[in-house]
């Protein structure tokens, strides 16, 4: 009989999670492992939901965004007996491991999991690139990319009516897609979550471009931002804010405004960012990932989550995912440097 491995996405989607499925899936049939997908993350193993997955269910995945796996933000240890659920519904599947895509949430859940004697690999993606112990997530490139082409579809409309424009952008914690978009877009102000927000200095960067030619600015703004703005604001399951419902986009476009006397307006990209084919870096990262992870998962090797570090792809203790990777001074102070008028 052959051993049987599942695969599971769960928290947000994101751009490469059917990628790193078929990886991972293409790696372990080739090995001689039978795969099944646990549908809607650990929920799916928490109601044991799941489906058979073969070669021609992963012909035409590769280029197509979100998950055909379905996800959910579910958490095994907040759900009545949760783990043991989760474990009886792990030996009724027959299964020998499982290998969960996520991000600091499900990870963290997989590595509680294998504290708790279940056998599990972890891949990281996340849009926002802040899962600990890897350079990059699944994810990150093509929502910075959309991002970048939402940017210079703003500067046009900037330009016409002689206008600020602001893009608010994901990231609760982390204001990599922020700083990379501002970064790769020539943005004329960032605005992250790890630094406060000084909207004087944004104002008279803009003012000192105005005076010498440039009638106009964009300014790109992490929805996490800090704002003493006393909104209450949602809790998930996991203890995270929905800093979504915020709208921070056009309160930083009102202090803008005040503060230049210069028509301001905002656009929040939101969830579009999140959907749309891969790029090619994710479609590569993603197979690099399941690649590994597969390979785990035959060694037996649990317990791991597969990173990036330096350009090659190795092995990490899982439980680094739950350390936040955030932008360090280093980062911004050089990004600093290209959109800070002096």
């Known amino acids: 009989m052959k051993k049987r491995v599942a695969i599971l996405t769960g928290g947000g989607d994101c751009a490469g999670l059917n990628a790193a499925i078929r990886a991972v899936a293409i790696r372990l049939l080739n090995g001689g492992y039978e795969v099944i997908g646990i549908k809607q993350g650990w929920k799916g193993l928490l109601e044991k ?129 922020a700083l990379y978009t501002g970064i790769a877009s020539g943005a004329d102000w960032v605005f992250v979550p790890e630094v406060e927000p000084n909207f004087d200095d944004a104002a008279r960067a803009i003012l000192k471009k105005r005076k010498r030619g440039q009638n106009y600015a964009v300014v790109v703004a992490s929805e996490g931002i800090t704002l003493d703005d006393g909104a209450e604001v949602e809790i998930d399951s996991f203890g995270h804010k929905r800093v979504s419902l915020r709208g921070v986009g056009e309160k930083v476009a009102r202090e803008i405004e005040e503060k230049t006397g210069i028509q301001t307006r905002s656009s929040a990209i939101g969830y579009v960012q999140r959907g749309g084919p891969p790029t090619v870096f994710d479609r590569i990262l993603a197979t690099r990932f399941g690649y590994l992870a597969a390979e785990l998962v035959m060694k037996r090797d649990f317990g791991k989550m597969t990173a990036m570090v330096n350009g090659d792809i190795i092995p990490v203790d899982i439980s680094l995912a739950s350390q936040v990777t955030t932008v360090s001074t280093n980062w911004y102070k050089f990004a600093e440097e290209y959109f800070n008028e002096k």
Do not use: Q
């Open 49 to 177: 939901i799941a489906e058979p997955i073969d070669k021609s269910s992963l012909e035409d995945v590769l280029s197509k965004g979100g998950t055909f796996l379905e996800t959910s933000r579910t958490n095994i240890y907040k759900t009545e007996n949760g783990l043991e659920r989760t474990k009886n519904n792990f030996a009724d599947l027959g299964l020998e491991a499982i290998v969960a895509i996520g991000g600091e949430d499900t990870l963290g859940v997989a590595g509680k999991l294998y504290e708790d004697g279940l056998p599990v690999v972890g891949i990281p993606k996340t849009m926002d690139n802040d899962v600990g112990g890897t350079d990059y997530c699944i994810g990150f490139d093509t929502s910075v990319s959309i991002s970048v082409d939402a940017v210079e579809k703003l500067r046009d409309t900037a330009k016409s009516h002689r206008r600020n424009m602001v893009l608010e952008v994901m990231g609760r914690h982390a204001g990599w897609v």
